[in-house]
């Protein structure tokens, strides 16, 4: 969003307006139904969002009528679906990233199943290939943005690498989220320890620490309350010119502003990214299996992965879908982002972050 997420949570800043849930409010098409139920329930982080002609197009072909339940930050999200996966909340669950993935698999969380359409699905992407219980949906990258304003004002360079965050001058600048509890803040922390290797990033999140490096719980918050360049931010009058969010958050300034901008008002410090991917998978005791078939099969389908860039502003991972020209413009994806194999992050994932917390918050 998952970059991701993504930048669709700037509802708060931006009034842009996602979709939380829609269907008959019914019989058993409220409760998400059985196996015969003509509703299937999708639950996912809060930066779920489709263009309500996609969405209908789909219902329309399918038969089924969408319900969506969103549980917070994608860290969140992933965890509460974890401990209701007996009687889980929904049919398909949308946003666990590969920061996150190996957790839900080795929970059990998902059952297999390999949506129509597959095949088009970027190598890149792909994982879990044996078994099919996870499908690529999106992927965007995790860096650190800047307000572009601040920084003219005070003459400074904004910094474009992990180095640059702990020199002086950057000192009481930088909101990022926990890893704990949020996607983002643990993709940071993941890129910190692709950068400095397993035995330095310790030594450098004491660094950071020392140079005043604010932590909170979620992105919504970090963003949308902390950060001074977005357009939450600005009505909050908040004091952090740089925080951890995605490369697909400066054209999210710029498409729901109004007026628009000529150029984003926020930028990213390229040297700080840490490629994302979020999946989607059918939960395991799904009450409507084949429903969320259907739905998984929508989510890799070319109408939906076009559709995204504008909405939840990552990029498709089907090949041959198309990107917006003001989204490409505006967000690209990292040249060199910093990334890390799935087993790795399965093995030091919860140490590092029990490691991070002593270092941090106490």
Not at 284 to 289: E, G, L, Q, V
Request: a negative charge; proline letters at 7%.
């Amino acid at each position: 969003m998952s970059i991701t997420k993504k930048a669709t949570i700037m509802a708060v800043g931006l009034g842009l307006v996602t979709l939380s849930a829609c269907g008959s409010s019914e019989g058993d098409q409220a409760s998400g139904g059985g196996s015969g139920s003509r509703t299937v329930t999708l639950v996912s982080h809060n930066s779920w969002a489709v263009s309500k002609d996609v969405l209908a197009a789909f219902e329309k072909k399918s038969g089924y009528k969408v319900r969506v339940l969103e549980d917070g930050d994608a860290g969140q999200a992933v965890n509460k679906a974890i401990l209701t996966k007996d009687n889980p909340q929904g049919d398909v669950f949308f946003g666990v990233d590969n920061t996150l993935l190996s957790r839900a698999l080795d929970n059990g969380l998902f059952q297999p199943y390999e949506p129509k359409g597959s095949d088009r699905i970027l190598p890149a992407y792909r994982a879990d290939e044996a078994e099919h219980r996870v499908t690529p949906v999106d992927t965007g990258d995790i860096c650190v943005n800047y307000d572009k304003a601040y920084f003219a004002e005070k003459k400074l360079t904004p910094p474009d690498s992990f180095d640059d965050l702990i020199k002086p001058e950057y000192k009481n600048l930088l909101v990022t989220e926990n890893p704990s509890t949020s996607s983002p803040g643990l993709g940071f922390l993941l890129g910190t320890a692709a950068q400095y290797g397993d035995d330095g990033w310790p030594d450098y999140w004491k660094k950071l620490k020392a140079n005043g490096v604010k932590v909170v719980d979620g992105w919504e918050q970090a963003y949308n309350e902390e950060f001074s360049g977005s357009a939450g931010g600005k009505k909050a009058n908040a004091d952090r010119p740089l925080v951890v969010s995605y490369a697909s958050s400066p054209p999210a300034e710029v498409i729901y502003a109004d007026p628009k901008p000529k150029t984003a008002p926020t930028g990213v410090a390229e040297g700080t990214c840490f490629r994302q991917v979020e999946y989607a998978g059918l939960l395991s005791n799904a009450k409507n299996p084949e429903g969320g078939k259907a739905l998984l099969d929508f989510l890799i389908g070319k109408e939906f992965q076009e559709d995204m860039p504008l909405n939840m502003f990552v990029y498709p991972v089907r090949e041959g879908a198309k990107v917006p020209d003001e989204f490409a413009k505006y967000g690209p994806q990292a040249e060199d982002p910093e990334t890390m194999d799935p087993a790795k992050i399965a093995d030091n994932r919860d140490d590092w972050v029990k490691s991070w917390t002593s270092l941090v918050l106490k």
